[in-house]
Structures are given as C-alpha cells and as structure tokens.
C-alpha cells in the first residue's frame, strides 16, 4: 500500500491539475496548495471523492485580504481533513478585487453554507451557486464589507491616539 | 355562524402555517439568537435561523492587537470553557513561533483544559434536564461548576473569562491551594456526579422525551461539519486530542465514547461519559505531574515575575517589550486546533511579521454545527426542539464571535 503523504498528494494534484496548481508548500505540517479559482471547485470535488486521499470533512472556510498583491487581492481559504488519513490540506484561491467572484462548495458540504456567508459579509467575495448568499453576522443594511483591510478598526478622526506613540 | 361556512373544501384543506418566533431573547435559546419557526400546530415545517445578535468584530479587532492582548478575545468565544479557548490561542502563537513548553506546563494545561471541559459538559447536561423539566440536577451540578471557578481563581485570579496562562507557559506554578482544591473536588465530585446519573440518565420520563429526537446520521452530521461530542454522538469518534494531539495528550489514557444515533439522549450520555473520562485524565495528570518549571524560555513573549523587573535590566526590557507588542513574530501561516467544549477549535493565523495578525480567523464549531438545527429539528415538536438546542450546546459567544 502507498503511503499517503503531502508529497504523494501534490504529484497526484499535478497529474490531475497540471497546470491549475499554481504552487505547494508545507507550512507547521499542513499541506498548503494554491490553486486558480476556476478549479478550486473542481478540486474540492476531487479530493472529497478520491478513493485514496478521502478528505472529506470540511474543517473550515474563510477569506483574506492582500492588498499588495495586484490582481489577486483576496483569497478563499479551504482546509480538509481526512479523518481515514489523519492529513489536513489547506487550499488557497486567489481571486482579483474588480471581480471577487468564486464557485460555492456549498453542493458539495453543506458546511460551507453558513461559511461562505461570512465569508461574503466580511469580504465581499461572491460565491457564485450558493443558495442563499446573504449577510449573516451583520445588519442587512449595511453597505460595506467590514475586514477589508481599508475599513480602519479606529475611528479615524482622533487625534489624542496618535500611532506612533503605540508602536503601530 | 360557522367560520367554515364561507369556504371551499381545497380551502379548508390548505395548510394554515404558524409563525413563530423562538428568540431572540427567549429563556430557551441560553443566548441571543433567533429562530423563526413555519409551525403546523405544534409540528414544525420549516426554521430558518437569525445569528449575529452579540458579533463583537473578534477577527477585526486581532488585527489590531498585539498577540498577547489576543487572549482575552478568545475567552469571550465559548465562555462556559474560556481555558480551552486561551490555551488553544496560546498553543497557537507558540506553533507559530516554535517554542516547546516544558512538560510539567502541558500537564498543567490539560488539568485546567479538562476542568473546563467538565464544567462546560456540566453546564450542558444540566440544562438538559431544566429544559426536559428536572429542575433539581441543575440546582445540584452548579455548585460543582462553582467549585471549578473556585480552581481557576485560584490558580489565575478570575473565573469567568479567565485570560488564563500565557504564551510559552502558564503564569505561575500551581500552589498548595490548587492541588488541595482539585483534590477535594476529584474526592467529592464524582459521588454529587453519579447522583445527578441517577435521576436522568434511566429515568423513564427523560428518557421519552430525550430518545429518537433530534436525531442526525453520521454521514448528514459530517456534511454539516459537526464535531466534539455531536458529532462523537452519531458515532464518528472523531476527538482532536487523539487525532493530532497537543500538550502530552498522547501521555494519557482515555476513551473515546461515541453514540449511535445521534439524538438528543446520545448527545447527552457523550457529555456524560466524557466528564467521567475527563476525571481520568485530570487524575493520571495529578499522579505523574512531571517536575520543572511551567514556562519555556521565551523571554521575548513571557512575562518576567515583576520582582525581576524591577531589580533586572533585561526582565525590564523584556517586560516593557511585551507591554508595547515590540516582540518579533515570524511570517507564516497556522492553523491549530484544539478539542474545545463543543468540538474542533480552530485558529487560522496568517503572520505578516507584524505586531498584530495580518489575518486572524477562529473555526468556532458552534457556528458550523448550528446550521445543521432545522434539519434536525423539522417534522418534530416544538418542546422537541428546544431539547434539541440545548443539546446541541449552541453557545451565542462562539456562534457570533
């Protein structure tokens, strides 16, 4: 029997990705592959139904920002487990800021639903197929998308908090 | 005059639906969050649930934070385990920054984590039987609860949110009182624990109300996300402090329990048997309590004793360090999670080199799981499905953050 390890399931990812993967590394023990958003989908749907790597259980599901890195200014970030394999597989998609948009696993785990909402109310990212994307911790109302690196956490207009007295 | 009289027979036979509100603030919800339930008599058709109502903007907030004053947000998310969440947030940091805490701080660590455990099945279970309408194990279980606040206070001064150790350690050696009180109770705990067993667990009555209710299968409660006890519930014995153990948990021995049918009793009797097996652990920690300190030599993001700061030029370098959030962090991302009260608690960090997290986000199992509650709870009745919640152990802090 093969043993399953990071390295087994990245040359597995490219065979089947080729080119989709954009990059893999190994961060603190958790197998981290970056892949294009169009496939991310698709390789959710692979590694759930793979008969070897079984990754499926969906651990988490949330965005970031990145503001220095132009034409992918956000990110999805995915993390599976395999409960058969004990492996957890961080996935990455990067996504540009004029078109935040990326296919919802929700069909595939329906733990993604709730999710992908904070995922959407944070960020603004549009999860394309989800059957009710919507604000979930926020006030319906509310017209920004709060983490967003550009929404400062202190009100602005201070002036007896100055920065640099804090180290900041 | 009859109020039929006016209407068609496909009238009269179309379904009159309900409106019900449960929550926000209903004593059954244990927290602020709504369910707004389509009713059919008293058989619930559909629910459709509001979240959000205490969402304190914690992953917003971390940004802004150094990485110690990141504890006392964690405490907030479960506040019925507190420890487990800052013991996980600090195991977190120290993934990140590489430090291995020394073994008699692990062992710490899992009595305290396993005290909260305890407390929070407690609290958990007992409000089972308060919404089953078995007032009296709720008014025995909480004095036990007290008693472990009693532990925390002693050993870090608070009780409810308890902020409690730091990152590289814990921030002082346990004293004579600690162990005389976790003595006490380990001695006296279990008989008070067995009682309340004896009135619930094959009491006729509970049992009607509690089996084959709220029930979900292994496979819908994976799709779902569940984790912890829910999950253990339906008979996936999935635990993380075996799966990728932390802090010494591989040094202990201990059970799994699972259920099978995953309903509201099974729920109940997971949480039961893991507070026996929690005092199991508590116990082997006591015994084989290794010797040395319970700090690692980290002096960039521990606090020296404040004697030392005083008298010492580096203590007080150090501490002013600490203070200022001027401690460097390598860049890199973690995830750890740890076994919380209510299942997997993860925390994803993205480290930029900064004083704060670039991006700091917490897996709260409530939140996942809770999504799952009109599933569970569609077709039943609504005194049901207030058992099911309050089995579920839905708490507001972790589902909002």
Request: hydrophobic letters at 40%; glycine letters at 8%.
């Given at each position: 029997?093969?043993?399953i ?45 793979d008969s070897e790597i079984k990754a499926s259980f ?23 487990h395999s409960f058969i394999n004990n492996i ?81 | ?237 999935y635990?993380?402090?075996?799966m ?158």
């Open positions: 029997m093969t043993t390890n990071n390295e087994y399931i990245v040359n597995k990812v490219q065979q089947h990705f080729g080119n989709a993967l954009k990059e893999a590394s190994e961060s603190y023990g958790i197998l981290n592959i970056e892949i294009s958003a169009e496939k991310a989908y698709a390789l959710i749907d692979w590694f759930k139904h969906l651990t988490d599901v949330c965005g970031a920002q990145f503001p220095d890195l132009v034409g992918k200014e956000f990110c999805v970030i995915y993390h599976l957890r597989i961080r996935i990455k998609a990067f996504i540009p800021k004029d078109n935040p948009t990326i296919a919802s696993i929700t069909p595939l785990f329906p733990a993604a639903n709730w999710q992908e909402r904070e995922t959407f109310d944070f960020y603004g990212i549009v999860f394309v197929g989800h059957p009710n994307l919507k604000r979930i911790v926020n006030v319906d109302e509310m017209d920004y998308f709060p983490l967003r690196k550009e929404y400062p956490l202190e009100d602005g207009t201070r002036t007896d908090k100055e920065d640099k007295y804090f180290g900041r | 005059m009859n109020e039929f009289e006016d209407k068609s027979i496909e009238q009269l036979e179309e379904p009159q639906y309900n409106t019900l509100n449960l929550g926000p603030t209903h004593p059954a919800t244990h927290g602020i969050f709504q369910n707004i339930l389509k009713m059919d008599g008293e058989i619930i058709v559909d629910a459709e649930q509001t979240v959000g109502y205490i969402h304190r903007a914690f992953e917003k907030i971390a940004e802004r934070r150094p990485y110690y004053q990141i504890t006392t947000l964690t405490d907030r998310l479960n506040y019925c385990s507190s420890p487990i969440n800052n013991m996980g947030w600090h195991m977190t940091v120290e993934k990140l920054i590489g430090v291995e805490v020394p073994k008699r701080a692990q062992y710490m660590r899992v009595i305290i984590m396993e005290l909260a455990r305890i407390a929070d099945h407690l609290v958990c279970n007992a409000v089972v039987g308060v919404d089953s309408g078995a007032l009296t194990g709720f008014t025995y279980l909480f004095q036990w609860r007290e008693k472990i606040y009693d532990i925390y206070e002693q050993i870090c001064g608070a009780r409810l949110t308890t902020n409690i150790g730091r990152i590289g350690g814990l921030e002082r050696d346990f004293n004579d009182e600690v162990y005389k009180k976790i003595k006490a109770f380990l001695a006296e705990f279990p008989k008070a624990f067995k009682e309340f067993s004896n009135l619930l667990e094959r009491n006729r009555i509970f049992y009607d109300r509690v089996v084959n209710t709220g029930a979900i299968t292994a496979e819908k409660a994976m799709a779902y996300g569940f984790t912890g006890p829910n999950l253990r519930a339906a008979g996936v014995d635990d993380v402090r075996v990728n153990p932390y802090s010494s948990y591989e040094d202990f021995e201990f059970t799994i329990p699972v259920g099978e049918k995953g309903d509201t009793y099974d729920r109940f009797m997971v949480r039961q048997q893991e507070i026996w097996e929690s005092l199991n652990i508590i116990k082997q920690a006591l015994d084989n309590m290794p010797q040395g300190k319970w700090y690692a030599d980290v002096p960039e993001f521990y606090l020296p004793p404040k004697e030392d700061v005083y008298n010492k030029m580096e203590a007080l370098i150090y501490h002013f360090k600490i203070v200022m959030g001027e401690s460097d962090v390598p860049k890199g991302e973690v995830y750890h999670a740890v076994e919380g009260g209510n299942g997997e608690l993860g925390f994803y960090l993205i480290s930029d080199g900064g004083r704060a997290p670039f991006r700091l986000h917490f897996r709260r199992p409530c939140f996942i799981y809770y999504q799952a509650y009109p599933e569970m709870i569609k077709g039943g009745m609504l005194s049901d499905a207030i058992l099911t919640m309050s089995s579920m152990n839905v708490i507001a802090g972790e589902l909002d953050a």
